[in-house]
């Protein structure tokens, strides 16, 4: 019999008609003959309004008991998708984390799942259908743990690896991954199939219909992904593995992030150990550093350094650069006006010209670039954030993927 985990976003449990509607699709699933665990998030909006109850009572609240408060969320749809689906006449019942359990390890309101009971929950997939919710779990101490927003993602796929499913499939308000943001880019095109590889890199430039660390677990595993919607009948886009990749095409999709600040250290000595001392204690505070550029002045004595951070981060990484007395410079300049707009494509590594036509398409927009990264099949600029979408635009109609 074949073992699926779905999951639901909280755009399709967004109400009381939403989760019936949902239900329905689950007992058609189940009446396939397939089993089924289904992992739930909060009603669209319910945990930014929790988190905005947090910050009612104090700025600093407890993280502790932030995770606390946010995993009520996932456990209001649990029930209510259970009760729906026995409203249905189908058996099905609710595990909040702690009675999987679902274990975690790492700090509050941003640990990971390690493992998971599967005894019960199998025995009942028998007879019925478990609701598990997302986002969450419990640590060694017994204390309620969240894995950080957009997180119900990553327990799917880990309950997927755990439990052994067949397939894993992301029910979410879109019809599958598109070459771009549909909502701004209308033109935009739905993705049959798409790589491990290359879902990696959309998640993590900006797209938002996966988490990147889900994507990244599937791909250790060969877990195979279906993202479709919950409220069309249209196939959805399949996630494999590289052997699935499509060479002939040089660029798949074009991504956009609107949250990076820039900084740049001028003048910093140029010798050993001075990008180390630069990032050390930026590591220690779990602030996640991406492109990095090196300048080196031509007498060769002092060099200027330019990374990017998530702009959330930006006040705590100026502070703590600000009091490194192991790094010596001239000054620091910061930017969070930016944006970060990438080109993803397997096809990349073999087709020649990719970067001198992303490079010319946005010089013919007169857009300047700010700052460059690449890897085998993405190439990602910094650019001014005003300029996104036009830049967005160019580059998907270059690349011929209107």
């Known amino acids: 019999m074949i073992k699926k985990v779905?999951?639901?976003?909280?755009?399709?449990?967004?109400?009381?008609?939403?989760?019936?509607?949902?239900?329905?699709?689950?007992?058609?699933?189940?009446?396939?003959?397939?089993?089924?665990?289904?992992?739930?998030?909060?009603?669209?909006g319910k945990t930014n309004e929790l988190v905005d109850l947090s910050k009612k009572i104090t700025k600093n609240f407890n993280k502790r008991e932030l995770d606390v408060l946010l995993s009520s969320g996932e456990q209001v749809t649990c029930a209510l998708i259970a009760g729906a689906l026995n409203e249905l006449n189908l058996k099905a019942k609710s595990w909040l984390n702690w009675q999987v359990p679902i274990l975690t390890e790492g700090e509050h309101t941003n640990s990971r799942?390690?493992?998971?009971?599967?005894?019960?929950?199998?025995?009942?997939?028998?007879?019925?259908?478990?609701?598990?919710?997302?986002?969450?779990?419990?640590?060694?101490?017994?204390?309620?743990?969240?894995?950080?927003?957009?997180?119900s993602d990553a327990t799917a796929v880990a309950v997927a690896k755990i439990f052994s499913a067949d397939v894993c499939e992301i029910y979410t308000d879109v019809d599958g991954v598109y070459s771009s943001d549909p909502n701004k880019i209308p033109v935009a095109r739905k993705i049959d199939k798409i790589s491990y590889d290359e879902m990696l890199e959309l998640s993590s430039l900006g797209a938002k219909v996966m988490q990147p660390s889900a994507v990244q677990t599937?791909?250790?595993?060969?877990?195979?992904?279906?993202?479709?919607?919950?409220?069309?009948?249209?196939?959805?886009?399949?996630?494999?593995s590289q052997e699935n990749i499509d060479y002939s095409k040089s660029v798949t999709g074009v991504a956009y992030s609107r949250d990076d600040a820039k900084i740049t250290l001028l003048g910093v000595e140029d010798k050993p150990?001075?990008?180390?001392?630069?990032?050390?204690?930026?590591?220690?505070a779990q602030i996640n550093v991406d492109m990095v550029i090196q300048n080196i002045s031509s007498d060769q004595k002092t060099t200027d350094i330019t990374f990017t951070i998530k702009r959330e981060d930006l006040l705590n990484t100026k502070l703590i650069l600000e009091k490194n007395n192991s790094i010596k410079y001239v000054d620091i300049t910061y930017n969070d006006k930016v944006a970060k707009v990438s080109i993803v494509g397997a096809g990349m590594v073999s087709t020649p010209g990719v970067t001198y036509?992303?490079?010319?398409?946005?010089?013919?927009?007169?857009?300047?670039?700010?700052?460059?990264?690449?890897?085998?099949?993405?190439?990602?600029?910094?650019?001014?954030?005003?300029?996104?979408?036009?830049?967005?635009?160019?580059?998907?109609?270059?690349?011929?993927?209107?």
Do not use: W
């Open 218 to 240: 599937a791909m250790m595993y060969d877990i195979p992904l279906e993202v479709r919607s919950t409220f069309t009948n249209r196939k959805g886009t399949k996630i494999f």
């Open 6 to 44: 779905l999951k639901f976003g909280g755009t399709s449990l967004g109400s009381i008609e939403r989760i019936q509607h949902v239900a329905n699709i689950i007992k058609k699933e189940h009446e396939s003959g397939c089993q089924l665990i289904v992992i739930v998030s909060a009603m669209a």
């Open 357 to 402: 036509k992303m490079f010319r398409g946005l010089a013919d927009e007169s857009i300047n670039i700010l700052a460059i990264s690449t890897s085998e099949i993405k190439l990602s600029v910094i650019i001014d954030e005003k300029n996104t979408l036009r830049a967005v635009k160019k580059l998907h109609t270059i690349f011929e993927l209107d």
């Open 113 to 151: 799942i390690i493992n998971m009971s599967i005894d019960k929950i199998n025995k009942f997939l028998k007879v019925g259908v478990a609701i598990i919710p997302g986002f969450q779990g419990v640590s060694k101490n017994g204390d309620i743990t969240t894995i950080g927003r957009g997180g």
């Open 273 to 284: 150990g001075v990008a180390a001392n630069i990032f050390e204690p930026l590591n220690k």
